[in-house]
C-alpha cells in the first residue's frame, strides 16, 4: 500500500521549488572558529573560504567571520574580488597565484596577496612595472609535490623579490602538509624541518598549518605567524581517526530533503536499480527526495544512516539521480516527513565514510547542486 500526503515544504517559494535544502548554521561556523583558535593562541587564523566556503556559501560565510578572522584565503582571483566586492576588507591570500601580468596588477590593485609557486612569477615581478606595491607569498614544496618551490631555490627567490622593491614587505613564506591528517607525526614533522631549512635567516610571516595540522597537534610549537584552517571550520573532522566532536565541532551543513511516499514491501521484494536490495522480511521502505544530483553519492551502500524525524533509518539499494529509498524498519514516519542525510543526527563523516571520500566532498557537491537557507541566533537579517 503506497502512502501519499501533502508535503510540509518550507515557507519560502523559492525554497519550495528546490528540495533538498542545505541549512547552514553560521553560529555553528563561528564556534569552530573559536575551537580553531583555541589550538593557535597568539596566531593569526585565516579563514579558507575557497570553493564556495566548501559548498556552504563564500559571502555568506566571510561576513558572518569578517570579525573574528584575521584573514580569508581562496584558490582563485575570482574568489578574492566576490569577496572585495562583497565588502571584506581583510588580507586575502590566493593560493593560485597569478598566471601573467595583468593578474598581477589585478592582485596589487584589491591589495590582495597571492602565493607564488613557480620562479618566472618572481621573474614577472622584477621585469613589470605593477602600479601599486604586491604582497605575495613564497609557497615552498616540502614535501606535497604538487605546487611549489623547490627547498633549494627559496633563498635565492627571495632575495630577488626583496630586491626588487616591488612588495610592500618581505614575502612570506608558506608550506602544505601532505599528511598531517595521520596518526603519526613523523612526516609532517619532516616537512617542518625541511621548511625550516630553506627559510632560515629569511625575513617574512610564516604559515604552515591547515586544519588537521593544528588539531593533531603535529604542526604544534611551529605553527608559525597565520595558520589556515579550511574543513574544521565547517564541522567536519580534518583527520583520518576520531570525530569532529571529539575535537569540540559542530556540523555547520545540516542537508534535508522530505519522505516523498511509503510503501509496504514483502519478503523477497527487490528494491531500485540493479536489485541490489532484497526485503529480509515483510517491511516498510520509503522514498525520499534526493540522489546523486544533489550531492548524495551514487556509490553510498545500503545500511548507510539517515534520520528521518531524528530516528535512525537506513540506505536500501542504489542512489538514483533524484531519489533514494530507505529501510524503515523500526521507523515510525508518514509522507513529508523531514529526512536529514547530514547535519546534526548524522555525521558528514559518516556518510563520506561509507562512500569511500571524504567530507570534503560531500560537503562540496552539496552545496553546490541544492538550495541553502542560514541559520543564525547573532545576525539580525537573514542572509541571501
Known amino acids: 500500500m503506497i502512502e501519499y500526503g501533502r508535503l510540509n515544504m518550507p515557507s519560502s517559494r523559492k525554497e519550495q521549488l528546490r528540495r533538498p535544502l542545505a541549512h547552514i548554521n553560521l553560529d555553528a561556523l563561528r564556534h569552530n572558529l573559536e575551537v580553531v583558535r583555541s589550538h593557535a593562541e597568539g596566531v593569526k587564523v585565516f579563514a579558507v573560504v575557497k570553493a564556495d566556503a566548501y559548498g556552504h556559501g563564500m559571502l555568506a560565510c566571510a561576513q558572518a567571520l569578517r570579525t573574528r578572522a584575521d584573514g580569508f584565503v581562496v584558490s582563485t582571483l575570482g574568489e578574492a574580488d566576490a569577496l572585495r566586492k562583497s565588502g571584506i576588507t581583510q588580507r586575502i591570500i590566493v593560493l593560485q597565484g597569478f598566471m601573467n601580468v595583468s593578474e598581477a596588477r589585478f592582485a596589487a590593485r584589491l591589495m590582495l596577496e597571492p602565493v607564488l609557486h613557480q620562479a618566472w612569477q618572481v621573474e614577472l615581478i622584477e621585469q613589470t612595472s605593477l602600479g601599486l606595491p604586491l604582497s605575495v607569498w613564497l609557497k615552498i614544496d616540502t614535501g606535497m609535490h604538487r605546487i611549489g618551490l623547490p627547498p633549494d631555490q627559496v633563498q635565492t627567490l627571495h632575495a630577488r623579490l626583496v630586491a626588487s622593491k616591488r612588495l610592500r614587505q618581505a614575502p612570506g613564506l608558506m608550506t602544505h602538509f601532505a599528511r598531517a591528517d595521520e596518526a603519526d607525526a613523523a612526516p609532517t614533522q619532516q616537512q ?29 610549537g611551529a605553527l ?17 581517526y576520531g570525530s569532529a566532536a571529539d575535537l569540540g ?11 516523498l511516499a511509503t510503501k509496504s514491501h514483502v519478503q523477497g521484494d527487490a528494491v531500485g536499480y540493479g536489485a541490489r536490495f532484497i526485503c529480509p522480511e515483510d517491511m516498510s521502505v520509503a522514498v525520499a527526495s534526493v540522489g546523486y544530483a544533489d550531492g548524495y553519492p551514487r556509490v553510498t551502500p545500503s545500511g548507510t544512516p539517515v534520520a528521518v524525524n531524528g530516528q535512525i533509518a537506513r540506505l536500501a539499494g542504489r542512489v538514483s539521480m533524484d531519489l533514494i529509498t530507505l529501510d524503515m524498519r523500526g521507523v515510525q514516519a508518514a509522507v513529508g516527513d523531514t529526512v536529514e542525510l547530514w547535519g546534526e543526527s548524522v555525521a558528514v563523516d ?3 565514510h561509507a562512500a569511500g571520500t571524504l567530507g570534503y566532498e560531500l560537503l562540496c557537491a552539496a552545496g553546490r547542486a541544492c ?10 537579517k537573514p542572509i541571501e
Open 371 to 380: 538550495s541553502r537557507a542560514y541559520v543564525s541566533a547573532q545576525d539580525s
Open 192 to 220: 617542518l624541518a625541511v621548511f625550516h631549512a630553506a627559510t632560515e635567516g629569511l625575513a617574512g610571516e610564516r604559515s604552515v598549518a591547515n586544519s588537521a595540522g593544528l588539531l593533531s597537534g603535529a604542526a604544534r
Open 224 to 240: 608559525g605567524d597565520v595558520v589556515r584552517p579550511g574543513i574544521a571550520l565547517y564541522g567536519s573532522n580534518p583527520l583520518e
Open 249 to 259: 565541532l559542530k556540523p555547520v551543513m545540516r542537508l534535508e530533503t522530505c519522505l
Open 350 to 352: 559518516t556518510v563520506a
